[in-house]
Structure formats: C-alpha cells, structure tokens
C-alpha cells in the first residue's frame, strides 16, 4: 500500500500580523483568500496548519504592504487593517473579511487585491464598451445594475458608466470585451452571451461547473464550450506541480470528460488534471486535500493515500458507513492495531468530523494519559475535581437513603461507588474512571472534562441532548464557556449503538446533514442522536432517549424496579400512575413488571431540569433557581399551572418569594410570559 511521501512537502512556517497562528506556503485550491475573497487557484499562497480547511491567503495578499496611496481615493492614505466583522469593497462591491485596506477618515474599504487594480478617472477605449467610460463615485444610496456581469448594487460604490448611454459596469468588470481568446480553449474565441447559456449546453462553466446567477457567459457554439465570468477574471492553471499532490507536473484537460479521482476516489465529469505517465488523474480541489490529520472517529492519526487496494472494498468508511467500492483515494490508519480502518477523503475532511488541522511537520502529540485519579491504596482515590479529600470505594448504596452521583446526577443504587471520607461527594465507579480527554462524533476537536465543587452551582446546557444538568461536562475547545458542553451520559455513548429497542446497529445523527426526522421514542424532532442507516429501516433515536436508564431501581410510587418499555401496538388505553393522564402505547414508557403499572418517562426521571442536583442554585437571567426534591408529604402547587407539583425534581424561587415551578414548561411561562 502507498504511504504518502511526507518528506517531499517541507513545511516553512512565517507569522502574518493578521492571523494567530503561524503559516505555511501551500496551494490554496477550493478555498477563498481571506485578503481579496477570491478563489484560491493559486498554486503559491499561505496556509494555516491549525485552521488548515478555513485559513487561506494568496502570497500577494500576504505580502500586501501596510499604508498604500491608491488612485481611487487621492485625498487619503490606505491602512492595511485586520478585523473580524464583515465591510464591503468600494471598488468590486464584495465582502472584505479577516484583512483588506481602509482609510478610517471616510470609512472607505478595499481588498488587498483591489488595490493591486490602477483605477483610471477615464478610459477612452475600453474592452467593455464601444464609448469611452468615466469614474464615478456618488455620495447617497445609489442603485445600479453592472452591464457586463448583470449584477445590481446598491451603495456608495465606484462603477465606470458611459455619459452617452445608460451604461454602467464595475470596476472588475471593465476590462472584460465582448470576445475574448482563452487558454483553457485556444481553438476558438468566445463570446459573451448575456441571456444565458443556450439550450443545447448543460447551462454550467466548462471549468468549475457551475451555473451563472445572472446567466451571464463566454461561449463556444462549435464546440459548445462555456465559462463563467469568475473563471475568465481568475482562470485555473492549464499545469499543476506539487510534491503535495504528485511526483510529476499535471496538467489540465478543459473538456468534459469522465474519471475517477485518484485522491478522493469520486468520480468527475469534467477538467481533471493528469499525469499521462502515471495514468494519475485529480479534481483540481483535490490539490490541497490534507496529507496528516486527526479525526473525531479515532484515536490515532490518519494519512492520506491514493491507492487503497481492492482488498478495502469489503470494509466501511468509518463516517459514513459506506462500503469503500473503488481502489482510489481516502485516509487509513496507518497503526499496526487499526488495519482495517478507512474513511473516504470528503467524509475525512468534513468540519464536523476534522479539526482543520495539518499535521505535517508537527510533532507525535503525546496523548493525555493522564488518569483521572490518583491510586492511595487499593480502595482508596484522589481525583482531580476532589482533590481537597480522598474518595472510598463502596460496593453497595448506603442504607440511609437515596444518593446522587455528582458527575452524571443520576441515583446511586447497587452500583459500585466512590464516596468521600469527609463529605457528600460521591461518583460512580463508572463515572470517576471518566477520562480527562476524549475524542467523540459530537464535536471536530477533542474534549475535555470538567467538574467538581466549583461546578456545583453552574448549570449548562447539554449539546446533544439538550437537558441542563449541573454535573460533570466535557468541554469543546474554541467554545465560549457557556456553550459546547455535553454531559458525561451523553459522551459515554458512542457509534455504533446497539440498542435493545432496534435489532441493528445505531448510528451517529445530525440533523444539519439528514434534514427534520423524528425520534421513535418520544416522538419528538430529533436534534442530534443515533439513526439506522440500512436502506430499509428509518429508525432515528435521539441522545435524550438513548441515555435513559433502562431500570429505575427504586422509586417513590413503587417498591419495585421499573422497567423501560420500547412501545407497544396495544388497542386498551394506559394511564400514567403519576400524573393520572394517557399514556401513548407507541411511545416509550416505564412499567413494572409486579403492579402492572405505566408510567410517563418525564414523570419518573423529571423533564429538562432533571440533570440538576437537589439543592443546587442556579441563575437565569438574572433571577436564582434551587432545584429541591418534590418528596414532602403533600405536594406544592405550581406557581404557573397552579396544579399539584408531580415531578422528582421541581423548581424553587431563591429570592425569598418562595414560588414553585413543577415542570419546564412552566418555567418557561415564567420567565418569558
């Protein structure tokens, strides 16, 4: 098998005052330059290695000096300013992001590339138009519609326009004749046709492979040959050379033409770039695919590989599950432990399954092995969120009541715990031997725990199943601290799920790739969770039911376990034993086999504030919450619905009015009604 020649491609990095990270020259194909917002065909640019899929800049950009004067704006000198928010180019009207020139007096933006463009007050013969143009820039809202590119603008913009006509055209635009002699088609010229491709052609570039907005073109009728006019302004090179890419030159066939790409191993229906003497054939995106990287589906790195072998055709790709049906192209794991595994290059370099780091020239990251926990003796622990006393290990509940797990906030029954000496801390066996990194299908880069005492009080949000809890959470990097978190329930589960509701195999679900599916548990829209992916069978599960727990030891309306019921086709109606309302026979529910009792999933386990732990405070916007447990001998009324509080868990205001809130829904109502 073909392992990629790493050393070929010498990675030297240089810093850019307008990036965090250090870059790379690289190629910068499918991507747009951060300074000009044009595509990046360039074969001579700057990349990132940590936002490798997301950073790009050309080497003119780059290298764009810091204060220019520009003959569009006389009066003032242009900065070379970074920013994050989003401004408009005063000269081709497109958006200036990351980098560009301003002149902070008028406010006035250009890109780095624009200001590469010399702007002439007239142009007496243009390659646009047939009379001679003239520089305008109107103070005032100002709507006008480009001639040449069909674009309409509204705006304090430069455009050239002809005093004898109405005729107006951008800047970019005015060097663009109504016939033009193309590399990428020496034998004949085109013509711009501005109603659109004809109906004998498939209406798309010849070169990209996309549709005019504004169906403007420049056509071939002979041999039926059209391009867009960003592929005319920036055409792609007719030869490629890259040790990144292939040993030899490649070069561009401008026809349609149908091939398999040997790096990413789809098939292509136009323009490949070819090594004749390898018989080696590449999408021009493909040039820059990522040689080195990490992905959220496996613990070890992953390199690419453009010959796979006919022996991968019996195994899955490890994303999308798909068989690998052709020899070409993807990633593979190149540990002796990890044989088998396989992803295709589009499903590798996804932004929810890669970090969009290259990982060429940096080096072997040592994993954090670190255990949670340090060893006293053989029953005894220190672990990190508890580090002021040491935890017991028990193997059975204490006999004095119910308690909580303070990672999960999920009861402590007959499993084996850890329980500190001096105080209330208790976790799972389970759940202390969590570990302090974690790579999982929820998020592109790797997560890490946090928790403990000075976690007791801050309640989150659960990325993926959407319950706030106050318990341990494993964090996204490059998130706000309020946001990207999971709870420990939800990132203990992982692909494939075997579960005992569906007889095959569950897989990881988003519902920004699959579009609106509902649970089959609770009927809900499932948001992000597990789904089945064989032909045949449309099952979808989401992380809220996929976490329940299948037995609730004990509870307060039965002396024995409860058991979770997968739905049932039954023609009687159930009753919930709690709440005293319908249950749905199709949809999940609790029961126990000895009463014959039915029981709604939220009346057992509480609804979105049962990942709360009793006696916890939290604030939401601006007003204190405790969580208190409902087990009193006569039930509080709701403060909303004014009924009797029916769940485990119900809410109480901490600002002395002593209000009780019983469910989700009504605290809601309180907050917003």
């Not at 040039?287 to 590989?305: G, Q, V």
Request: glycine residues 6%; contains cysteine; neutral net charge.
């Amino acid at each position: 098998m073909e392992v990629p020649r790493f050393q070929a491609w010498a990675v030297e990095e240089v810093n850019f005052p307008f990036h965090e990270h250090p870059l790379h020259r690289s190629g910068g194909y499918g991507l747009k330059c951060h300074g000009c917002r044009q595509p990046g065909y360039t074969e001579d640019g700057y990349r990132c290695s940590e936002c490798y899929g997301k950073f790009f800049i050309h080497k003119e950009c780059a290298e764009s000096p810091l204060e220019i004067n520009h003959s569009c704006h006389p009066q003032h000198p242009l900065n070379l300013v970074g920013f994050l928010d989003f401004n408009q180019c005063h000269l081709c009207h497109g958006d200036v992001w990351t980098v560009g020139y301003r002149c902070s007096t008028c406010d006035l933006w250009l890109h780095t590339s624009c200001s590469r463009i010399p702007t002439s007050h007239t142009i007496q013969k243009p390659e646009a138009h047939e009379h001679s143009l003239t520089l305008l820039m109107e103070v005032g809202k100002t709507r006008f519609t480009c001639h040449v590119c069909g674009l309409r603008w509204d705006g304090n913009y430069y455009r050239y326009a002809c005093k004898q006509r109405d005729f107006f055209c951008h800047i970019k635009c005015v060097s663009l004749s109504p016939e033009i002699n193309h590399l990428s088609h020496p034998s004949h010229p085109l013509q711009l046709l501005k109603d659109g491709a004809p109906l004998y052609s498939d209406g798309k570039c010849c070169l990209c492979g996309k549709a005019s907005e504004e169906g403007r073109f420049y056509h071939c009728s002979a041999c039926n040959y059209s391009l867009d006019l960003d592929c005319v302004r920036n055409p792609p090179p007719l030869t490629h050379i890259s040790p990144k890419t292939h040993e030899h030159e490649l070069t561009l066939i401008p026809r349609h033409l149908s091939f398999t790409c040997n790096a990413c191993g789809k098939q292509g229906d136009r323009n490949p770039y070819v090594c004749l003497q390898c018989n080696f054939m590449i999408h021009r995106s493909c040039f820059e695919l990522p040689l080195l990287i990490n992905i959220n589906r496996h613990d070890h790195r992953i390199s690419r590989t453009y010959l796979l072998g006919l022996g991968f055709s019996r195994h899955d790709c490890a994303v999308c599950h798909k068989k690998v049906d052709w020899p070409y192209g993807g990633y593979i794991c190149n540990c002796k432990s990890c044989p088998d595994f396989i992803v295709h290059a589009d499903c590798a370099t996804r932004q929810d399954v890669w970090d969009g780091r290259e990982l060429i020239g940096k080096p072997e990251e040592t994993e954090d092995i670190e255990p949670p926990f340090r060893v006293i003796d053989d029953n005894l622990i220190n672990h990190f969120t508890h580090e002021e006393h040491n935890l017991s290990l028990n193997n059975k509940a204490r006999e004095e009541g119910m308690i909580e797990c303070k990672a999960c906030i999920r009861p402590v029954y007959s499993d084996p715990f850890y329980g500190c000496m001096q105080c209330d801390y208790v976790l799972h066996q389970t759940c202390a031997n969590l570990p302090r990194t974690k790579r999982h299908p929820l998020s592109a880069d790797k997560l890490t725990l946090v928790g403990g005492a000075t976690y007791f009080q801050d309640s989150f949000q659960c990325y993926a199943c959407l319950r706030h809890s106050t318990g341990f959470r494993y964090r996204m990097r490059h998130t706000p601290w309020y946001d990207g978190m999971i709870d420990v329930e939800c990132i203990s589960i992982t692909e494939p799920l075997k579960h005992d509701s569906h007889p095959h195999p569950l897989y990881y679900y988003d519902k920004k790739y699959k579009g609106r599916q509902y649970c089959e548990a609770c009927g809900g829209y499932c948001h992000r969770g597990f789904r089945c992916i064989r032909d045949d069978c449309e099952f979808y599960l989401d992380y809220g039911c996929a976490v329940l727990p299948k037995m609730v030891e004990k509870h307060k309306v039965d002396d024995h376990s409860l058991f979770q019921c997968y739905g049932e086709n039954a023609k009687g109606e159930y009753w919930c034993d709690i709440c005293e309302e319908k249950v749905d026979p199709k949809r999940w529910f609790y029961t126990c086999d000895h009463c014959s009792t039915t029981l709604h999933i939220n009346c057992v386990l509480g609804d979105m504030f049962s990942g709360h732990a009793a006696g916890s405070v939290f604030t939401y916007l601006e007003r204190e919450f405790q969580v208190v447990a409902n087990n009193g001998i006569s039930r509080p009324y709701c403060h909303v619905c004014k009924s009797r509080c029916k769940a485990s868990l119900i809410l109480k205001t901490h600002d002395g009015t002593g209000l009780f809130i019983c469910s989700y829904t009504c605290f809601h109502k309180f907050m917003f009604t």
